[in-house]
């Protein structure tokens, strides 16, 4: 099975494997905010210990398949958000981006995501896709401006903990061949 690179640069940005010393930043940037984190699967972090479970958790996808986790950083050194490749075969994988508040509105999310369609063709996957809050419109401008084609509506598929705690919420499914 071909891996995909563990650093990724592109005109803008350095994206990488995720590192235990990165934690601190990673709640502090983006994991922890509760505006930043409220269109995503997984609760706001309140504790560095989670953030440090999601190091952990990356290391373990990195280990089993050919990607995992990037973090996404511009080229003066500074942390802008996260991305990265979620594999569920070894040739399908999901997608998705994170971005601090102050990162959003320059085109970052649409340039870190360009770099996971290459990263997805380079491990062999055949199929990429995401999932994207029915309400989270600028998000799915930034899949659309990627080439991703809407699929369909999946309707109370998965529960966003920021925004209704137990209740699943329908989500556009948009995909692409890498």
């Not at 990162?103 to 649409?110: H, R, S």
């Not at 997805?120 to 990627?146: F, Q």
């Amino acid at each position: 099975m071909p891996k995909a690179p563990e650093r990724v640069e592109t005109a803008r940005l350095i994206l990488r494997r995720p590192r235990l010393e990165d934690a601190d930043e990673i709640f502090r940037r983006y994991a922890s905010d509760a505006d930043v984190t409220r269109y995503l699967s997984w609760p706001v972090h309140i504790s560095r210990h989670q953030t440090r479970a999601f190091v952990s958790f990356s290391d373990d996808e990195w280990r089993k398949w050919p990607a995992g986790p990037y973090l996404v950083f511009a080229r003066d050194g500074g942390l802008l958000g996260g991305t990265g490749l979620s594999f569920e075969a070894s040739d399908c994988a999901a997608t998705g981006y994170v971005l601090a508040k102050d990162a959003w509105g320059q085109g970052f999310a649409t340039e870190a995501l360009t770099a996971m369609v290459d990263a997805a063709r380079a491990a062999g996957a055949t199929l990429l896709y995401a999932l994207c809050h029915i309400d989270h419109r600028p998000s799915a401008h930034v899949l659309e401006k990627c080439g991703f084609e809407r699929q369909a509506v999946l309707r109370q598929f998965i529960e966003f903990p920021n925004l209704r705690t137990g209740k699943p919420s329908d989500v556009l499914k948009y995909s692409r061949i890498p």
